[in-house]
Structures are given as C-alpha cells and as structure tokens.
C-alpha cells in the first residue's frame, strides 16, 4: 500500500478565516436588504400620513403592499437561515476531512505514488474481461504495460513493483496507469480506477476541503472508502 509521510497542517487559523468571510459577505447582503427594507417602510409611513382623508388608500392596494412588506421581512430571515446552514455544513466537511488525515483512502483516479519499488491501483469491472494496461512515467513516457484476464468485480487490487516492460527498475514517484478491456464478444468494457494512499495533510480553505494524498490533492467527495 501506498505510504506517503507528511504533517498535519495548523488549521485552526485557515477555518477562522474562512468563517469569517462568510459572515461578512452575510452581513453585507443583510445590510442592503435591510435598508431596502426601512426605505419601503419609510415610503409606506409617508403615504398614510399624507393620504387624502376624503379619498383613503384603496385596500386591495394597502394589503398588497403589506404582503410586500413580509415579503420583504422573509427575505431577510431566509437569508440568515441559508448562511446557518451553509456554515454548519462548512464546519461538518472540515470536521470530517480532518478525521481522514494519517487513514488511508481510496479515491476515484489513475495516478499513484511508487514507494520502495511498490504501487497500487485498484479496478472496477463490469464484466469478464481481457484487460490492457499501459503505465506512465510523470514525463508521459510508456514504461509498462500488459494484458491479462480478470473477473468482474469491484476493488480489484492491481500491485506493480517498478519493473518496466524491458526489465528495468523503474525509480520512485507518481506513475498513471491506464485500462482498456474488452469482453468475449469484443465488446468495450468500461474501467473504472481508484488508488489508495496515506492522507498526509487537509487544506481547509478550499471549500470542499482538499485532500493531499501521494503528493495529489483530492475533494473530500472524491473519497471512495477509508481503510484504517
């Protein structure tokens, strides 16, 4: 398995400020809605006060205006009801991207960290297949590849110990492996990839929060199991 080191960043700076952010933009978008809101009230005053006794506002107007008007005052409170929600589930996602750090994940991709001469991908077949693989050196240069059958299944593990096609060892890094397959009847089958590694650090000023794993970053929605 994929082991990559790293620390855990201080976070706590990181999350204040994002909340931070967040109320002030609330609060400005509450201040303009508010001074609408006293604006119409101020103009509705006005009109009563200097409505003609002898021709009195008509009430089908009046009471569309006051529907207005709560119309108004429900805006505002929608708003600081959606700013609530939108930060308790900011909190919730920081909250959980930083249980993953030091676990080992395994999220959805094709490119994994070569380490002591060992990496690993994992695939999700469909169906029998005779699958083709190519693997990738970071200049984009074809180092391995091979054929072989497989099963259908989900989380297949695939290991490869550095050794290119040619023999050579290849050193370590970040290497992509690419997977076609075809069924008996030579049909296309859809892989899927996953690669697993050590959470090594959490970026909580990106929303979702950023998952560094291998030396790449991942969302935490991109997470498909954990493995203790």
């Given at each position: 398995m994929t082991v990559v080191s790293?620390?855990?960043?201080?976070?706590?700076?990181s999350s204040s400020s994002s909340a931070s952010s967040a109320a002030s933009a609330n609060a400005l978008a509450n201040t303009q809605i508010a001074g609408?809101?006293?604006?119409?009230?101020?103009?509705?005053?006005?009109?009563?006060?200097?409505?003609?006794?002898?021709?009195p506002l008509d009430t089908n107007q009046f009471t569309q205006q006051l529907v207005e008007f709560a119309g108004v005052?429900?805006?505002?409170?929608?708003?600081?009801?959606?700013?609530?929600?939108?930060?308790?589930?900011?909190?919730?996602?920081?909250s959980q991207a930083l249980e993953f750090?030091?676990?080992?994940?395994?999220?959805?991709?094709?490119?994994?960290?070569?380490t002591n001469s060992q990496a690993e991908w994992e695939f999700n077949i469909p169906s029998a297949s005779t699958i083709n693989i190519s693997i990738a050196n970071s200049t984009g240069a074809t180092v391995y590849?091979?054929?072989?059958a497989v099963a259908a299944g989900n989380n297949q593990a695939f290991g490869w110990n550095g050794l290119g096609t040619d023999g050579t060892q290849e050193p370590d890094g970040n290497y992509?492996?690419?997977?076609?397959?075809?069924?008996?009847a030579g049909n296309t089958v859809a892989v899927t990839t996953s690669v697993a590694?050590?959470?090594?650090?959490?970026?909580?000023?990106?929303?979702?929060?950023?998952l560094s794993i291998g030396g790449q970053t991942f969302t935490v929605n991109q997470v498909e199991s954990i493995i203790d």
């Open positions: 790293g620390t855990t960043p201080q976070t706590n700076s609408n809101f006293q604006s119409f009230l101020e103009l509705l005053t006005t009109q009563l006060q200097n409505q003609n006794p002898l021709s005052q429900q805006q505002i409170n929608t708003n600081d009801s959606l700013a609530t929600l939108v930060s308790l589930q900011q909190t919730a996602q920081s750090v030091g676990k080992t994940a395994v999220v959805k991709g094709n490119t994994a960290a070569l590849s091979n054929s072989f992509t492996l690419t997977a076609t397959a075809k069924d008996s590694g050590i959470v090594s650090s959490v970026d909580l000023t990106q929303s979702p929060p950023l």
